[in-house]
């Protein structure tokens, strides 16, 4: 069982990657890693959540779908969310995936319709009395792009069903893709103008798909195959899944010919052994099968978890991988600071793509896989563009093959690289003038548990900053009204508003400005409880610095011995501040960079109170868990949140066996549920008032 810190920060990581890796597949259609490599972050992630129930967040990538939408288009709110589906790799997890769904229905054996797994982009496609009025890709799950004037250039998207007997509102879910052939001419044609051509089709069709230009799309050799439904009112379908496949056939909407019904677990890996063994002759690309529960109302019964079906799964086929030399490894700053590694590799021909560039992930992998220079590694691509290091053929090495070394200096802005005693990732801690993490350390200064700037979105900060005029959050506060009318679908009463929040937000708590600095490790809990125990910025400036000092004065002793003397220091003192978290804040407050920025901040007029006596009774909820939910009568949940803190509890997101109180408002959900269930106390905010002052 891993332990509740190492949890969060594990947490914290894998989130962080798979938001950017979701990011850069479903909004950019440029994914940096393999889909095995998703893949298995989000089984560790899965795997974490479910030992830790209570570390469950509303916005873990375990609990949507992709990403949000491009602001291109116009956006489509699907009725019926556009859910992804559960991953399966080995024989044994179809049987324990068929074990499962006879389990839950009791029955003794499951017919399942199995389909080709198309690798393409989702789409939805919206009829109402029969002619098409929407198309719209998956965006988040719940969100997506408006693209209709584009799937209406593709000819195998019939604009009117045929036949007769569909419901008023029909929504067909299916996937758009490039055939092979389409592909390969269009490459051809596009080398023959002299332009660029394209890597692979599944990125080509997603990209051709959400032009702006619907005359470029219908150019492009696209194709559709429906797979299922959504919406459907004021009519019916019938009873299978196989059924309502051919009664689409039936209205004119095209449905792969693979597609077939077979029984049980046995029957699910017949299917996948013989579409493997045609998959190189289909006219289509495609990276496995898909088996689903044929009958509607089993599926209804076993309903949904998070981001999938339970009905539902996708048998994946193993990556394609190739051998090659290892010339180099550089590494690469991200927007928060982490440095990864990435391998340059002898040029290789895998998985249909030249590749010369592959991620080495994080220190942790490089030296698992002992991955050196010169080295000759297996390089696996399962998904597109940027493969993975996935081993080293030691029988190859050469004897002048080097270690790989993490570098001592951040290569863009050159601060000192930080990687905690046993974690994974090594972050920049220039983290407030580093050039890479510019837009996100800004973006987090002015979120609304942070500095609370109200209007200063991602999208005015990435004017801002292409523009030149801020470079660190300190520049925020330089920023005139004239900046702001200046930059675009900016009219002037929009920017006095910013400029009105901007000078609102330097009126803050020292708590909030903590978090706002975004110090890696450093929460709202965190910040919270470095606040109440230094009472001032000075102090806590004073404690970090000395904390680095001595850290890198011990660098040399072994680390339990270290560990010993740095827990006597100032900043070890704060209850939950543990080795990793303190060099995280040392090595912040250590870099002058950071200091001068704040610095800046504080002369711009950046304020809060001064640090008071604590009340009798403020710390009446320390060691304290609790979990707000629903709608209270005369506060905000953020300041029902604020108040917790403020007498030393924590606020949990997810009710648990540890949870030591419920705060339940007016539609309080499933919390409520759950801590009626596990026999945990529930206030109302009249109990909450009354134990505060207990």
Known sequence: MTSRRDAEKRLATLREEL???????????????????????????????????????????????????????????????????????????????????????????????AEPKLDGLAISLRYEDGKLVRGATRGDGGTGEDVTQNVRTLKSIPLQLVGKGWPKVLEVRGEVFMPKQGFEALNRRLAAMGEKTYVNPRNTAA??????????????????????????????VPSRHSEVLERLREWGIRVNREIKK?????????????????????????????????????????????????????????????????????????????????????????GGVTVSNATLHNMDEVERKDVRIGDTVIVRRAGDVIPEVAGVVLA???????????????????????????????????????????????????????????GLGEKLIDQLIEKGLVETPADVYKLDMQAFADLERMGEKSAQNIVDAIEKSKTTTLARFLYALGINDVGETTAADLARHFGGLELLEEAGIEYEKQRQKLADLPPKDADKKLKELALRQVEGIGPAVAE???????????????????KSGVQWPAAAKPKAG?????????????????????????????????????????????????????????????????????????????
């Not at 050799?221 to 004021?234: D, K």
């Not at 539609?667 to 009354?690: C, F, N, T, Y």
């Open 19 to 113: 938001r950017h890796h979701n990011h850069r597949y479903y909004v950019l259609d440029d994914p940096e890693v393999p889909d095995a490599e998703y893949d298995k972050l989000m089984r560790e992630l899965q795997a974490l959540e479910s030992e830790h129930p209570e570390l469950i967040t509303s916005d873990s990538p375990s609990q949507r779908v992709g990403a949000a939408p491009l602001a291109a288009f116009d956006e489509v709110r699907h009725t019926v969310p556009m859910l992804s589906l559960g991953n399966a790799f080995e024989p044994v997890e179809v049987e324990e995936f068929d074990r499962r769904i006879r389990e839950k229905l009791e029955v003794e054996e499951v017919e399942y319709t």
């Open 207 to 236: 990209g051709s798909l959400r032009q702006l230009d619907p005359r470029i799309t219908a150019e492009r050799p696209l194709e559709f195959y429906g797979y299922g439904l959504g919406e459907v009112s004021a009519g019916a």
């Open 618 to 694: 403020s710390q009446t909820l320390a060691g304290k868990t609790l979990v707000l939910t629903g709608t209270l009568p005369t506060m905000t949940r953020d300041q029902a949140k604020d108040l917790i803190l403020s007498h030393g509890g924590k606020v949990a997101g997810s009710v648990s066996k540890k949870t030591d109180y419920v705060v339940a408002g007016s539609e309080a959900g499933s919390k409520l549920s759950e801590a009626e269930r596990l026999g945990v106390k529930v206030l109302d905010e009249a109990g909450l008032m009354q134990l505060l002052q207990s």
């Open 396 to 454: 190859k090495r050469p004897k002048n093959a080097k270690k790989v070394k993490l570098p001592a200096k951040c290569p863009v802005c050159g601060s000192e690289v930080v990687r905690p005693e046993g974690e994974a990732v090594a972050r920049c801690s220039g983290g407030l003038f580093c050039t890479a993490q510019r837009k996100e350390r800004v973006r987090h200064f002015a979120a609304r548990r942070a500095m609370d700037i109200e």
């Open 262 to 350: 077979v029984k049980g677990a046995g029957g699910c890996l017949g299917y996948y052994a013989a579409i493997g063994k045609k998959r190189a002759s289909l006219p289509y690309e495609i990276d496995g099968v898909v088996y689903k529960v044929d009958r509607l109302d089993w599926q209804r019964e076993l309903g949904f978890v998070a981001r999938a079906p339970r009905w539902a799964v996708a048998h994946k086929f193993p990556a394609e991988e190739m051998m090659t030399i290892l010339k180099d490894v550089d590494f690469q700053v991200g927007r928060t600071g982490a440095l990864t590694p990435t391998a340059r590799l002898e040029p290789v021909f895998v």
């Open 584 to 602: 995280e804040i040392g090595a912040f407050f250590h870099q002058a960079g950071n200091r001068k920025v704040i610095a800046a901040l504080r």
